[in-house]
């Protein structure tokens, strides 16, 4: 028997080689050489005919079980064999085209979140609890693009439910990293960071086509209640099975599937940790050059004091004591030059408090090239856990459903009129078995689907990052430094 298109929906197991292993989404794809064909009719509990029992093909798990009609079956082959080799290309070329459109009907589904059009904004609230016993809360302010408003309480306990829950539920989509639990206590960098990433958790989360249609996701982010009664209230009716539950794939999806896409899926992933540790490096430039310009600032806030002090009249008489003929006109020009300096010199240092450089730009574009790095590590997260849970047993089964039928052939020609309970039994495990092949087939063709939704979504919201966050960060350095030389121009 022909191995089932696939131990996995990335590529075609050799057929020779039953024992080889689950591929990988991230091996180097194999040609799909298999095609899903009319599996017979296993509902049916009586008798198996021999004709048909010695009939092995593969089964579709795309269509219902039903009774094969033979004729029609030999006719509609007939017709599929004459088609002419430009017919099929032809044909090919639309699937491709197909899939195509499914594609950009995707990107114009997506295209609404790339600008982040929820916005959050979070901060920290005093510890409470007592001595042993306290907690951190924060307060979430959230802005949906219909200008909603809404504000909760949350504990990082409660976000570390939502990321488990997200595990759980959506293990093939693209999860932001939650910061450490544990930190150092009353360390405020570490609990600015901390602030700092669950704002980075929750703008993903909040802006992503899938985790930010989820009910769970609103209730976390809009209903102001306590979030852990509310899930020991509501843990019954809480839904945690995957995604995929009670769906089916799309015969069009599975029919046009093109594997130049999996190129572009596996060329890409193979550039994740070069790409994190690019962007890494990026984000601790601005990071240090953004210091480096606060560092500067605070010496011309010391250049300031030290202006106050010469432009004393006493300071100049004294400084200028030897010099002959020092007259009160001089000293007054000296003065009167000092403290103009000085006051230019506090308009300038004024500057990034009145153009928010150091606050809200920084913030900006810091936030940028983060989100950046956390993109890349989710992508990367994903990979991982699609080589942890994506695992099956499809050649297995196949080999055993074989197995069954061949030896059920056995059984029907040594006594063909026997209806033994060993009969029934096989039957019935030939049944469960192709079943559960379908369901598997099944589940992991929606994996595919779902990870080359997520690799769209990627491309997408990185495209738009890159631009966001490079465009931004020249533009606005470019900007402040032309105000700063007019500034000292105007000193002179």
Known sequence: MDHIDDSNPWGTPDNNDTNQRVRSVFDDEVPNKTRFQKDEDWSNKEALPTSNAQKISPVNIFEDSAQTDKKANATSNNVYKSESLQRRNQKNEEQVKSLDSWFLELRDEYSEFITFPVSIEMKQLDPKGVVFFKHIEYELIVRNDQGEKFTVTRRYSDFFWLFEYYNQKYPFRLLPDLPPKIIPKNDPVSLKKRLDGLVMFSRLVL???????????SVFYQVDCEFASWRKSNNNKIDFSDEFLNQKIEQKFLSNWDKKYMTFFITSIATLPKQIDLWKNLSAHVERKFAKEKEL??????????????????FIGDTFSLIEHLNFIEIHESKTYLESLRDKYKNFLDLPKSCNY?????????????????????MQNLKERFDVLSGNNIVALNDKIEQNIQYLNTLIKNNPDSKSQEYDSIQKTIIRDKLELREQ????????????????????????????????????????????????????
């Open 358 to 378: 150091f606050s809200e730009v920084y913030d900006e574009i810091i936030s940028s090239f983060k989100v950046m790095v956390i993109t890349f590590e989710s």
């Open 207 to 217: 802006n992503h086509p899938k985790l930010g249609k989820n009910d769970i996701t």
């Open 297 to 314: 600032f605070n010496e011309d806030f010391k250049m300031v004091k030290e202006l106050e002090k010469m432009s004393h009249a006493n």
């Open 441 to 492: 087939l099944n589940r992991q063709w929606l994996i595919k689907k779902c990870i080359m939704e997520e690799f769209l979504w990627f491309n997408e919201f990185i495209k738009y990052l890159k631009k966001n966050a490079l465009e931004n960060y020249v533009s606005e350095n470019a900007s402040f430094m032309d105000i700063c030389n007019k500034k000292y121009n105007e000193m002179v």
